[in-house]
């Protein structure tokens, strides 16, 4: 049975690294591109955009890979499940009968009441849909494993019959490919202790993906992918000392690339040798007077 993280981590430890291999969270690790508004922000010029292409997985010439789209599919639902199991345990429940584990079924039943919220870091709505993911897939992984199942390739989709003979809702290739990427962010998530807060939006944005099988809309979700470079400036004020125009950089991201994470690297005006750092999800949407000796919490200096 699955107790700890370290449980956890090694009753999965193949299936993260399938994924992991086959299926990359970001494939692209060249970056999104960067947003140079540094030029702008001091009125000599306009904003330098450059674009990374983003490889997708799954694409439509990706044949090899939709080819092992079950694999990828039963990898996940088992990370999924054993999760549940952790959360269960962490919860202080026990299976009926210790000496032959949890029966799936039960689990399906008992997941909502297990602190899986508290164990990954994320707010119990997020929590509930991962339940409901996790139950609404469960007779397609039975489909899988002990009856059939159906896969097409173009377009990626997986059918099949739940054990009363009746017809389960498909996976669909969005959704297909969202599951996959869910495992994969929650099993993460168990290893490093807690969620950060832009993989929660990415956790959101892949439960959205899913909303015609878990029924819950999550809006507020980040698309995978790349994270941009923004390069901005401080603007010297004599009250003040320097402002950092944050609503300026939330503006231009907003209309140049809106579905992007985005790292923002602050140059300081005649110094050199270091920068600040922040995320632009972290940062507010205002005109903020910085003092460089107390800096605030979402700042730092790199």
């Known amino acids: 049975?699955?107790?700890?993280?370290?449980?956890?981590?090694?009753?999965?430890?193949?299936?993260?690294?399938?994924?992991?291999?086959?299926?990359?969270?970001?494939?692209?690790?060249?970056?999104?591109?960067?947003?140079?508004?540094?030029?702008?922000?001091?009125?000599?010029?306009?904003?330098?955009?450059?674009?990374?292409?983003?490889?997708?997985?799954?694409?439509?010439?990706?044949?090899?890979?939709?080819?092992?789209?079950?694999?990828?599919?039963?990898?996940?639902?088992?990370?999924?499940?054993?999760?549940?199991?952790?959360?269960?345990?962490?919860?202080?429940?026990?299976?009926?009968?210790?000496?032959?584990?949890?029966?799936?079924?039960?689990?399906?039943?008992?997941?909502?009441?297990?602190?899986?919220?508290?164990?990954?870091?994320?707010?119990?709505?997020?929590?509930?849909?991962?339940?409901d993911a996790y139950a609404s897939t469960a007779e397609h992984r039975h489909c899988l494993t002990h009856r059939r199942a159906s896969f097409t390739e173009q377009p990626l989709r997986l059918t099949g019959k739940d054990r009363w003979d009746k017809a389960l809702q498909p996976l669909e290739d969005k959704e297909i490919r969202a599951f996959v990427h869910l495992a994969q962010l929650l099993g993460r998530g168990v290893l490093e202790g807690k969620m950060a807060e832009r993989t929660i939006g990415q956790l959101r944005f892949l439960l959205q993906q899913m909303s015609q099988h878990t029924g819950y809309q999550l809006p507020g979700g980040v698309p995978l992918g790349p994270i941009v470079s923004v390069f901005m400036c401080l603007q010297p004020d004599e009250e003040k000392g320097w402002l950092a125009d944050f609503d300026y950089v939330h503006q231009k991201m907003a209309r140049t690339m809106p579905d992007y994470l985005a790292d923002v690297w602050i140059d300081i005006p005649n110094e050199s040798g270091y920068r600040l750092f922040g995320q632009l999800e972290q940062l507010p949407k205002e005109n903020v007077a910085i003092q460089l000796d107390s800096l605030p919490s979402y700042l730092t200096v790199y």
């Not at 994320?122 to 929590?127: F, G, V």
């Open 1 to 131: 049975m699955i107790e700890t993280p370290e449980d956890f981590a090694n009753a999965t430890e193949y299936e993260r690294l399938v994924l992991d291999r086959f299926f990359p969270l970001f494939p692209d690790e060249g970056g999104g591109g960067t947003l140079d508004l540094r030029q702008a922000m001091q009125e000599e010029g306009p904003a330098i955009i450059g674009m990374t292409s983003v490889i997708k997985v799954f694409s439509d010439g990706g044949d090899s890979l939709r080819m092992l789209a079950p694999m990828a599919f039963a990898s996940a639902w088992k990370v999924l499940d054993l999760l549940v199991e952790l959360a269960l345990a962490q919860g202080g429940f026990q299976p009926h009968r210790r000496d032959k584990g949890w029966a799936i079924s039960c689990k399906v039943k008992l997941a909502k009441q297990a602190p899986g919220d508290k164990l990954l870091g994320i707010d119990s709505t997020a929590w509930s849909s991962v339940c």
